[in-house]
């Protein structure tokens, strides 16, 4: 029986590499998308690299569209093994300072970072509580670890803005949430940490690779039975351990 997925924003960067790493293995990825042509471009070159991908359109800020995205995976499998909620975005006003920060910027943020993997979320639950012990990954960011970013003497201490970090926090607490709703089951829900990584998002300023970032996406997707819930996986950069290596990391 094949693993059925579905990683929303994966048109490209990060969540595009997570559907092709997981169809490497395999997995049945579906391509959630908010616009069609970008969609069904990546399921074509996933397809052409040999993985079972198909095309749904999602805009995660939208619940009806949520929930007719859960509606055409119930009719193709009747059930979701992997969620993944990749999609999000950075916005900041000119200054990137608290006080300057716009409550329509905050919002704007929110509406996919936060409120969008709820909407998604709750659309897929039904599914995934039919999977035999389904996993969800909240793509996070080292960026919403309060402890990361209030350590004077981390890499993170000069950050200052507030939409796209407090967004990142909002999702780690999602992430926790759900994590205990859901403890007495056999799914697994875990926030993860890409690190910098070269994409759209950032100008291709990351000095990480897409597929680098994604590998995290991949790990907590493929968990073992006895792997852990409710935690942010990442890489160690950031509380001064190996850059390569990664494991769980501060809230
Ligand atoms: P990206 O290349 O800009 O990709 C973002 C994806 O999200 C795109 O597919 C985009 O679709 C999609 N998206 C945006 N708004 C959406 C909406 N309303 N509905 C559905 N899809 C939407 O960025 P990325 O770097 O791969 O980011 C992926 C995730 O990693 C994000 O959650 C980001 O916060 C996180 N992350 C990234 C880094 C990094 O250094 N890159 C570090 C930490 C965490 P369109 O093409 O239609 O815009």
């Not at 391509?31 to 991908?53: F, M, P, T, Y």
């Not at 909002?170 to 926790?176: D, E, G, P, R, W």
């Not at 994590?179 to 056999?186: I, V």
Request: glycine share 10%; proline share 6%; net charge neutral.
């Amino acid at each position: 029986m094949t693993t059925i997925a579905l990683i929303t924003g994966a048109n490209k960067g990060i969540g595009y590499e997570t559907a092709r790493l997981l169809g490497e293995r395999g997995v049945t990825v579906w391509v959630g998308a908010r616009d069609e042509e970008r969609g069904r471009a990546a399921v074509r070159a996933l397809r052409a690299g040999g993985a079972r991908a198909e095309f749904v359109r999602l805009d995660v800020t939208d619940e009806a569209s949520a929930r007719q995205a859960a509606a055409r995976i119930d009719g193709a499998h009747g059930r979701l093994d992997i969620l993944v909620n990749n999609a999000g975005i950075v916005r900041a006003d000119p200054d990137w300072l608290p006080g300057g920060t716009t409550v329509a910027t905050l919002r704007e943020v929110y509406e996919v970072n936060v409120f969008g993997v709820v909407a998604v979320t709750n659309a897929m639950l039904p599914l995934l509580r039919r999977a035999e012990a389904a996993r969800i990954v909240n793509v996070s960011s080292e960026v919403g670890s309060i402890a990361s970013v209030t350590d004077p003497d981390g890499p993170l201490w000069p950050l200052t803005s507030v939409p796209y970090p407090s967004s990142k926090t909002a999702l780690n607490m999602v992430t926790a949430m759900y994590a205990k709703e859901l403890r007495d089951t056999p799914i697994k829900v875990n926030a993860a940490n890409p690190g910098y990584c070269a994409t759209d998002l950032n100008g291709h300023r990351g000095h990480r690779t897409a597929e680098q970032g994604a590998r995290v996406s991949v790990h907590l997707a493929t968990l073992p039975a006895d792997g852990p819930t409710g935690a942010l996986w990442g890489h160690l950069w950031t509380v001064g351990g190996d850059p390569e290596a990664y494991g769980v990391l501060p809230w």
